[in-house]
């Protein structure tokens, strides 16, 4: 299913718009407007914008939750549709803020999303590896009530480990955690490119982007106003170069 | 069809379900009118087995039906609010195999409080030093088959309006009409005029009127299938 081009993900002129249905008349909002890049293997891309700018439309595209209205979205060259969903074997995700059921410990959670991604089959080993890598393994057969929000958004992540896969599709996953959650979610998305995967990440945190991404994209209104290599930032550089793509987009 | 998806999927459904307040609620609910049977079947002297059994399937009737619709219009829902449903159709799961699991996993544990009830049924029975008739399994086997196509029912309107209180509320509805079924053919029948056609819309709902049998309890069973089809169907065509 994985191919030997260098691409892990591509967009190619994709529109996506929003019917918002009212009493009398349906409004249609337009989420995104001609996007096209490309994400390379092994690398860490962030998304960037304001609220509204296309980041979670872009990540529900990859992961086959949303329709395009037009172009074509490709993930490891297999073209993105809603009949086809093998290909997700390949993604791992993160919403933002994950919800588990809270009466379910961490390892019976684990095991359930592995069952759906290898077709209903189960593995405790697997499940405690991935636990222990995210520093959840002592509390494995806890319930899952009981955790912050940093563990269950460790737990997310463990959640989009489970079946190995090649691209790992990040909404978020720092939203709301304090500093110290922050740097282990941080190096643990480090090891994970170490180890040869790709990552996309969707955040507010500019500082954040320095530390982890090759590259940035920042989206505003739909559209991508600017891709940005790592060796174009320096520190805090890239938060002005934000501003001043997002100040003067329009 | 991915049978082990399903299994999956229903087996978290029905621990859900059978773990969430609600069920509490139910079971709490239960236990009430099981006290609540006995009591009255003390004061009922001589005709005590009869009332106990007219009891204990209005009470199984009441719980299984409030369980079953509330829990599959708000697993649904619920799964859409919490955004729990990205993290599933993420997976390599189709639209159908989680619309199956889910509403498996209802009448799993429909089928559970059904036992349950039954048990606790049982237990007042012998104690009073009663038998079971046989009749009683046969009402109760075709309530569940009952149970099984208003919780489709009550899914298919989650799934398209994604919402639970409609669903609910149309699904309730659609209970009591169904229990009237012949009755409202026969009045559209001596009906005259454009309002004539309205007889085919009533095609449209199971039929709970006619005597419990193997045929009616098919017929129901065949309904809920097509319901669940036909929920996977515009589900999909929902942008969640």
Known sequence: MTSNSSIAVKFDNVFKSYIIKGFLKNKTIRALNGVSFKVHKKEIVGLFGLNG???????KLICGLLTLDSGAVEVFENPINLKSVEY???????????????????KDTLNFYYSLSTGGFKNNEKSEEVLNLVGLYQRRDEKIKNFSKGMMQRLAIACSLVHDPELLVYDEPTSGLDPISIREI????????????????????????????????????????????????????????????????? | ??????????????????????????????????????????MAVNDEKKVLSDFFIAVTQISLLVFGVFSS????????????????????????????????????????ILFFINLACFMVFVFKGYFFDLNYFYLNANLYFKILCISSISMFFACITTSSFTAIGISVMVWFVSHFITDIKFA?????????????????????????????????????????????????????
């Open chain 1, 53 to 59: 700018a296309g980041k979670t439309t872009i990540i």
């Open chain 2, 73 to 112: 219009a708000l697993g649904v829902s619920q799964d859409i609010e919490t955004k729990r449903i990205y993290l599933i159709l993420s997976r390599p799961v189709k639209i159908y195999e989680y619309v199956f699991g889910r509403i498996i996993g209802v009448w799993l544990s429909a089928f559970f």
């Open chain 2, 188 to 240: 559209f029948d001596k009906m005259k005029g454009s309002v004539h056609f309205m007889k085919y819309i009533i095609y449209l709902f199971p039929d709970f009127s006619v005597s419990p049998s193997l045929y009616s309890d098919f017929k129901i069973l065949i309904y809920s299938f097509v319901v669940v089809l036909f929920s996977s169907y515009f589900f999909k065509k929902t942008e969640i």
């Open chain 1, 186 to 250: 941080r190096n643990i998305m480090l090891s994970l490119k170490e180890k040869g995967k790709t990552v996309i990440l969707s955040s507010h945190s500019i500082s954040e982007a320095e530390k982890i991404c090759d590259r940035v994209i920042i989206l505003h209104k739909g559209e991508i106003k600017k891709i940005i290599n790592k060796e174009a930032w320096t520190d805090c550089e890239l938060e002005k170069i934000f501003i001043d793509t997002v100040a003067y987009g329009d």
């Open chain 1, 88 to 106: 997700k074997k390949l993604i791992g995700y993160v919403p933002e803020l994950p919800y588990f059921y809270p009466f379910s410990t961490a």
């Open chain 2, 1 to 42: 069809m991915g049978i082990r998806t399903i299994k999956s999927i229903s087996w978290e459904s029905a621990k859900e379900s059978l773990n969430s307040k609600f069920a509490y609620l139910v079971f709490f609910f239960i236990m009430l009118l099981i006290y609540v049977a006995i009591l009255t079947g003390i």
